[in-house]
């Protein structure tokens, strides 16, 4: 039985500041994308769904577009691989467990304008510690093929730790017997890994694609901080592309459109992996 | 005995690859300007100093550094606050459609912050709050609360209702109970938590980058934007990096397991 | 509320605003300068306040730098200028910038501050770039243009001479570049950034190109495409020019040329100092001309440099003037050549004998001054500038045809400038 007396006063202020704090500004962007403004000359016209009918015929929004999907795609793939991976090493027991947990997580907490900004000095081509231990000359950031891989590699080492322990978290609650159980069926370590391991961890694989498809889907600091989302933006994300409209020229109406874009697009993403989840579970 | 070798080197490999970059950046950050440029050698003949005193003297990084405690600290604070309250709330009183909320509440977590960022970013200037500390505290707070909300409720609800009850009967009201009692009790919940508003707020680099742009200047921020006239003082960059990464190492170093339990929490169960 | 209220006591007592400092004295007026940052040694160019400050002894300085990169100034600006609350009085512009300012509003008139005679003076590329609706909003401070950097040494030692023409500087580095596989012919600026617009246009403008030909668009015109696609096969025909070409700004190029690893380089004039100091692999090795030119064509170079403006909201309009008339005055303009090498705005300097010792190419940077080019002078120039960018980063970098991605620019391009003509 639970107190019916006041629940909904402690509930409230979070629930306000939250609706102030992005519910509202999400109108307002909404709002401010049915207008041409200009903040720099005071220009501000209501112009109904111009923004819009532009942003079908701008090529470099499709390009950002497509950057952005690729980039998602890729990285998310990437890390859940290698996250799988290093979780399934450490669950074994060994001496330094502890520590080498703790080491897996350095990735994670460094801030990620610190990340982009170390990785970026490791991949120039002139003086890089990278080229130097590789024997090339590969002009990494440079060349547009390399600088989204690059970028995509810099946020797959920033984010596999969490991956890590989201899945390790998930393997500790695999029970110890249905693996000995395989055993004695004669399964091996790979048999088992897809009987057992895999089918068990799916719920716990799908909130981290959760997790991981929206924050790649959304990026900015790591790009915007690593490449600026050059070359000839092969490596420019959406919301690069609506961070540069809106706060390099104040375009705060086309610019606003194109951040709506990436709200909608995390936003069925979000729904899509929700239903996913909730399909499993029915 | 081959297996285990086999083991322990993937381990190591590992283990390079998640500090490796880090360590670089060590050795970068106390090699002489014209050394940096230059490779092989590896590591610096001869190590110096200049770089770190360089930074806080050439590019007030204390100031930095100090701004970015004052936000990441009272984020911290309010965040815990109000997303304590709420979880109390949710877990342990009646509130129409729970469910509903909590799903609201996380979808916010769901939310990009560049959509949010231009009118944020006129409201703020409206307000007067441009460059100012406070502007980026609001934001940080109000983008964190999901994951408070979220971890505090999951532990609010493994505590018994028949605590809570008892309480009530001996004629604790319950905002009482929830400060008397709850607080006190979710203590190590509340500390995990804590850990990960701050080092969310300590690394949150957009909205700093976008309402803040002299006084009120975080680290990353700095970082991003070191100034050199047409150059890169790397040396001084990677100084910098060393310095503010140091103390969140040292944080999950010293709390790995906390950070692990509260990363986790709700994401398995749930 | 109680909870609300104990909110609001946190904000109060967390949240101090920190940005409110005593000025020293209270006798002094404090006025705030913003400027890039400034390269040689910082404190010489504090030494030069300082001497403001002793003949001025009611006005005190606070000198602040800003972010390394134009564009990363550039959004500071807007920013802080936006918002109506600017707490700086004097700052330095870059060339390109002034008209936007002019026209949102920001800058306040300074055109009595240059009257007819003293104009004279002053170089008349920057003049124009500071000139709005025929008032001046902006003072110009240092001048700057593009030049080829050269090693006489090599040059001389194969009896080369320095090129005139695109396709010879080619023919030349292929040569030398045959003789000695470790050297990269001719370097320059191309990663995606404002700086590629400069050496872009340098190329379009020898070919007898132009990006605005009176009120018209002409950028995907056959000259254009031509002077672009040169530049890739700089890169990708020819090979006198290393990928590398297509992340670097001026910095790495400085570096890679000093370091003796290239025969041609395309730099500002800053590089000069650096490359005579002491212990520079390259001392007394480099020479500087003008930079080639197509067959038609005639050598152009992009002009830059910085320009000195008052927020037009400033408390003290009075002793932020006093202060740009000191920066700009011939001792201050000498100065500030010989300790960080930038180059004086006023030509009556080029013909100074203490200078002229120290940067004894002084003379010739002269005619370059004179002819060199400003950018296309409109209030709309970053957002043209925003599509230059990555338009011509993917022509040099081989994503899409120079010709694509030119026309490509003038679509995006004539769809801003019409959007600005209505109101």
């Keep these: 039985m639970k107190d019916k007396e006041r629940g909904i006063r402690y509930v409230a202020p979070s629930l306000i500041v939250l609706t102030l704090v992005t519910v509202y500004p999400v109108l307002y962007v909404f709002y401010l994308s049915l207008h041409r403004k200009l903040l720099i000359f005071n220009i501000s016209k209501f112009i109904a769904l111009d923004n819009y009918l532009f942003l079908i015929r701008d090529e470099r929004f499709w390009n950002a577009l497509r950057n952005t999907a690729y980039f998602t795609g890729l990285s998310v793939a990437l890390e859940l691989l290698l996250g799988l991976g290093i979780a399934v ?48 000359k590969i002009n990494w950031l440079g060349s547009p093929f390399w600088a989204i ?24 609650v695999i029970p110890r017997e249905l693996y000995s159980a395989a055993r004695i069926d004669g399964a091996g370590s790979w048999q088992m ?34 490449t600026g989302g050059g070359p000839a933006n092969s490596t420019e994300t959406v919301s690069i592309y609506a961070y540069k409209v809106l706060f390099q020229t104040l375009q705060f109406g086309y610019g606003s459109a194109l951040s709506l874009v990436v709200f909608f697009c995390t936003g069925s993403i979000g729904i899509f992996y929700i239903r996913l989840m909730t399909g499993r579970r029915t | 005995m081959m297996k285990r070798a086999g083991f322990y080197a993937l381990l190591a490999v590992v283990m390079l690859y998640c500090a490796g970059p880090l360590a670089w950046q060590l050795i970068t950050s106390i090699k002489l300007s014209g050394e940096i440029a230059v490779l092989p050698p590896l590591v610096s003949t001869n190590p110096t100093a200049a770089h770190y005193l360089s930074v806080f003297h050439d590019y007030s990084f204390a100031r930095y550094i100090l701004n970015s405690l004052i936000v990441a ?42 959509a949010t960022v231009s009118p944020l970013y006129i ?46 009967i001996d004629g604790c009201r319950p905002f009482q109970v929830y400060w008397k009692i709850m607080l006190p009790l979710s203590l190590p919940a509340v500390f995990t938590t804590a850990i990960l508003v701050f080092i969310f707020s300590w690394n949150e680099f957009l909205f700093a980058l976008t309402f803040t742009s002299a006084s009120a200047r975080t680290v990353p921020v700095a970082i991003a934007l070191f100034p050199g006239i047409h150059e890169m003082p790397w040396g001084e960059i990677a100084a910098a990096s060393v310095i503010v990464t140091l103390p969140i190492i040292l944080l999950v170093l010293l709390f790995q397991r906390k950070i692990v339990e509260g990363l986790t929490s709700g994401a398995v169960k749930g | 509320m109680r909870y609300l209220a104990l909110l609001a006591v946190f904000v109060l007592i967390v949240v101090p605003n920190c940005s409110s400092e005593k000025s020293d004295s209270a006798t002094r007026v404090r006025i705030v300068f913003k400027h890039g940052k400034i390269s ?174 009176g009120d ?162 409109t209030p709309y120039y970053m957002m043209i500038s925003q599509v230059l960018q990555p338009e011509f980063s993917a022509a040099i970098t081989g994503i899409r045809s120079p010709a694509a991605a030119l026309t490509s620019a003038q679509k995006q391009i004539g769809h801003i400038l019409e959007a600005g003509h209505e109101r």
């Design chain 1, 193 to 226: 890994f897809r009987s057992v391991t895999l089918p068990l961890l799916l719920p716990v694989i799908l909130v981290v694609l959760l997790f991981r498809t929206l924050d790649a889907f959304r990026v900015f600091d790591a790009v915007y901080v690593l």
């Design chain 3, 40 to 213: 040689g040694d910082p404190e010489e160019f504090r030494l030069l306040l300082r001497h403001f400050e002793r003949r001025n002894p009611g006005i005190a300085v606070r000198d602040e730098t800003l972010p390394a990169s134009t564009d990363e100034q550039h959004q500071f600006y807007v920013t802080n200028l936006e918002g109506g609350r600017a707490d700086f009085d004097v700052f330095s512009m870059d060339v390109i910038w002034v008209p936007e300012f002019s026209r949102a509003g920001w800058l306040m008139d300074l055109s009595d501050m240059l009257p007819q005679e003293e104009r004279l003076d002053f170089f008349p590329g920057p003049i124009r770039a500071v000139t709005f609706d025929n008032r001046i909003y902006a003072i110009p401070w240092y001048i700057d243009a593009g030049l080829l950097f050269y090693r006489k040494d090599i040059l001389a030692k194969y009896g080369f001479k320095p090129p005139e023409k695109w396709d010879n500087l080619v023919s030349v580095s292929r040569a030398l570049m045959s003789r000695d596989p470790g050297l990269y012919g001719f370097i320059w600026q191309g990663k995606q950034y404002e700086g590629l617009v400069c050496n872009a246009l340098e190329f379009i403008w020898s070919n007898n190109g132009d990006i605005i030909d």
């Design chain 1, 149 to 172: 891989h690059a970028a995509i590699f810099v946020d797959v080492w920033k984010t596999t730790p969490f991956v890590v322990i989201l899945l390790t978290a998930g393997l500790q």
């Design chain 3, 216 to 377: 018209r668009l002409v950028i995907n015109s056959g000259e254009n495409i031509y002077a672009l696609r040169f530049m890739r096969d700089l890169i990708y025909r020819y090979r006198v020019s290393p990928s590398l070409v297509t992340t670097a700004t001026e910095e790495p190029c400085r570096h890679i040329f000093g370091k003796g690893k290239a025969v041609f380089m395309r730099n500002w004039p800053y590089a000069w100092n650096l490359f005579n100091a002491e212990d520079s692999p390259v001392k007394g090795k480099v020479g500087v001309t003008v930079l080639p030119s197509f067959k038609k064509g005639r050598s152009s170079s992009t002009l830059g440099g910085w320009q000195l403006g008052i927020y037009r909201h400033t408390k003290h309009p009075g002793e932020a003037r006093k202060l740009i008339k000191f920066l700009i005055s011939p001792e201050s303009q000498k100065a500030l050549s010989l300790a960080a090498g930038y180059n004086p705005v006023r030509k009556s300097l080029y013909r100074d004998r203490d200078l002229i010792t120290k940067q004894p190419f002084l003379p010739g940077l002269f005619r370059v001054f004179m002819k060199a080019r400003p950018r296309p002078v």
């Design chain 2, 123 to 168: 409201i703020i200037r409206t307000l007067g709050l441009r460059d100012t500390l406070a502007a980026l505290v609001m934001t940080h707070t109000v983008f964190s609360l999901p994951l408070t909300v979220w971890v505090l409720t999951n532990f609010f609800r493994t505590v018994p209702d028949d605590i809570y009850h008892a309480a009530r």
């Design chain 2, 73 to 114: 600290g009272s984020t911290t604070i309010l965040s815990l606050l109000l997303g304590s309250i709420c979880s109390f709330g949710l877990a342990k009183l009646r509130v129409p459609f729970a469910s509903l909320v909590l799903a609201f509440i996380l979808s916010v977590s769901m939310f990009p912050p560049i």
């Design chain 1, 89 to 136: 090493l450490l669950n074994r027991s060994f001496r330094l467990k502890g520590a080498s947990r703790a080491i897996v997580l350095i990735p994670w907490a460094i801030p990620t304008v610190v990340s982009a900004r170390m990785w970026e000095m490791m991949f120039n081509t002139d003086f890089g510690v990278i080229n130097y231990l590789l024997g090339v």
